[in-house]
């Protein structure tokens, strides 16, 4: 739904704890959700009723997700979860909550399935005749240290059979939680095993509240990064997504901050919005920041061929053009400056081997 300047719909209204403001249908219905021109709240007491959030416990198919982007850095991950708490705003997973019937708006962050056999499927699929270790990625798509996870543990089970295998990861993450796991990522990280990245997207509380209302305070990130850090897990920070006219102007600011806490790599990703995020993300700078949504629209389409996304690959992280050029000065330049990206060893995948336990089958039939 369009809610730029000039549409005779009121703004709209944003939810405490939330970050979505509506809950758009999934393009894959043949109804659709339009919402009513009512007037909007006067206090506190006409804001909308706290949405409560509902994790439903899957048997998941299969779970390594491959990857054949040419522009990211792996080719396959894992995401215990699908749907996240967090309830970022622009997170370009909330289209895939279309593909299950539910919408990429609330229900993405209220409706979250956890793949309660994501260990066993994993050691299964590891143990499998014939495989090939490469690089996983814990958290691609959602947060695999979301709220739901302090008390399932569920991607805790998976370090536990990556570790097992001896099989390297990268965890990405915006939750302080991983610091409960840097046992395990110590051990593989002395190993050559494992790294973990942290998100920041920006220093300020009162930002964080509106564009990422159940993530991890910004504190709590950087000691985390911190924490990864002395426990000796190789851990890097990701300025993303950069938002124009909102977040830049703090990616100096992130990197020296991330740095002195100990991260010795970073990189950055210009704001995304495929698909529904688009219309998502309009609400919500209508919603928190109206006086300012026309120039961050403007900014981003400059970045963007004239559109608010562009899905060409090699371009689509970082954007064209002379703002772009200049945000990527900015952080090459910081990165310089504060020793970031100096270097980087690869992960090990020759150590990988199947356990006795997992393998015994094997060996029963000559594997």
């Given at each position: 739904?369009?809610?730029?300047?000039?549409?005779?719909?009121?703004?709209?209204?944003?939810?405490?704890?939330?970050?979505?403001?509506?809950?758009?249908?999934?393009?894959?219905?043949?109804?659709?959700?339009?919402?009513?021109?009512?007037?909007?709240?006067?206090?506190?007491?006409?804001?909308?009723?706290?949405?409560?959030?509902?994790?439903?416990?899957?048997?998941?198919?299969?779970?390594?997700?491959?990857?054949?982007?040419?522009?990211?850095?792996?080719?396959?991950?894992?995401?215990?979860?699908?749907?996240?708490?967090?309830?970022?705003?622009?997170?370009?997973?909330?289209?895939?909550?279309?593909?299950?019937?539910?919408?990429?708006?609330?229900?993405?962050?209220?409706?979250?399935?956890?793949?309660?056999?994501?260990?066993?499927?994993?050691?299964?699929?590891?143990?499998?005749?014939?495989?090939?270790?490469?690089?996983?990625?814990?958290?691609?798509?959602?947060?695999?240290?979301?709220?739901?996870?302090?008390?399932?543990?569920?991607?805790?089970?998976?370090?536990?059979?990556?570790?097992?295998?001896?099989?390297?990861?990268?965890?990405?993450?915006?939750?302080?939680?991983?610091?409960?796991?840097?046992?395990?990522?110590?051990?593989?990280?002395?190993?050559?095993?494992?790294?973990?990245?942290?998100?920041?997207?920006?220093?300020?509380?009162?930002?964080?509240?509106?564009?990422?209302?159940?993530?991890?305070?910004?504190?709590?990130?950087?000691?985390?990064?911190?924490?990864?850090?002395?426990?000796?897990?190789?851990?890097?920070?990701?300025?993303?997504?950069?938002?124009?006219?909102?977040?830049?102007?703090?990616?100096?600011?992130?990197?020296?901050?991330?740095?002195?806490?100990?991260?010795?790599?970073?990189?950055?990703?210009?704001?995304?919005?495929?698909?529904?995020?688009?219309?998502?993300?309009?609400?919500?700078?209508?919603?928190?920041?109206?006086?300012?949504?026309?120039?961050?629209?403007?900014?981003?389409a400059q970045m963007r061929g004239g559109r608010l996304y562009d899905?060409?690959?090699?371009?689509?992280?970082?954007?064209?053009?002379?703002f772009a050029d200049l945000l990527r000065q900015r952080f090459e330049?910081?990165?310089?400056?504060?020793?970031?990206?100096?270097?980087?060893?690869?992960?090990?995948?020759?150590?990988?081997?199947?356990?006795?336990?997992?393998?015994?089958?094997?060996?029963?039939?000559?594997?």
């Amino acid at each position: 739904m369009n809610s730029v300047p000039g549409n005779r719909l009121p703004p709209p209204v944003a939810r405490k704890g939330r970050g979505a403001c509506s809950n758009e249908r999934s393009r894959f219905e043949s109804w659709r959700r339009e919402r009513e021109p009512a007037p909007p709240p006067d206090d506190e007491a006409d804001a909308p009723a706290p949405t409560r959030t509902t994790v439903w416990m899957k048997q998941a198919r299969s779970i390594i997700s491959a990857n054949d982007s040419p522009d990211i850095p792996f080719d396959a991950s894992i995401n215990p979860y699908q749907g996240c708490e967090h309830g970022c705003i622009y997170c370009y997973a909330r289209p895939s909550h279309a593909y299950i019937g539910l919408s990429p708006g609330l229900d993405f962050e209220t409706q979250v399935q956890a793949k309660a056999n994501a260990a066993e499927l994993l050691e299964k699929t590891l143990s499998a005749r014939g495989y090939r270790p490469k690089l996983i990625v814990l958290g691609g798509n959602t947060d695999p240290y979301q709220p739901a996870e302090r008390e399932l543990g569920i991607t805790r089970s998976v370090l536990e059979v990556l570790e097992r295998f001896r099989h390297p990861v990268s965890v990405t993450t915006k939750s302080g939680l991983v610091l409960r796991d840097a046992d395990i990522l110590a051990r593989m990280a002395r190993q050559g095993l494992a790294r973990v990245y942290v998100s920041v997207t920006s220093l300020r509380n009162e930002t964080m509240r509106s564009l990422e209302p159940r993530a991890s305070a910004p504190a709590r990130r950087l000691a985390a990064i911190r924490g990864l850090h002395e426990a000796g897990v190789p851990v890097g920070v990701l300025v993303a997504p950069v938002i124009p006219a909102i977040t830049d102007i703090e990616m100096e600011a992130i990197l020296e901050q991330a740095a002195a806490a100990g991260a010795k790599s970073a990189a950055w990703i210009l704001l995304r919005l495929p698909r529904e995020v688009a219309g998502l993300f309009e609400e919500w700078l209508q919603a928190h920041y109206p006086q300012r949504a026309r120039h961050v629209l403007s900014l981003l389409a400059q970045m963007r061929g004239g559109r608010l996304y562009d899905p060409e690959f090699g371009t689509r992280m970082s954007g064209t053009g002379v703002f772009a050029d200049l945000l990527r000065q900015r952080f090459e330049l910081a990165c310089r400056r504060h020793g970031l990206n100096r270097e980087r060893q690869p992960l090990r995948t020759d150590l990988f081997s199947v356990p006795a336990a997992a393998g015994a089958q094997l060996d029963l039939f000559g594997g």
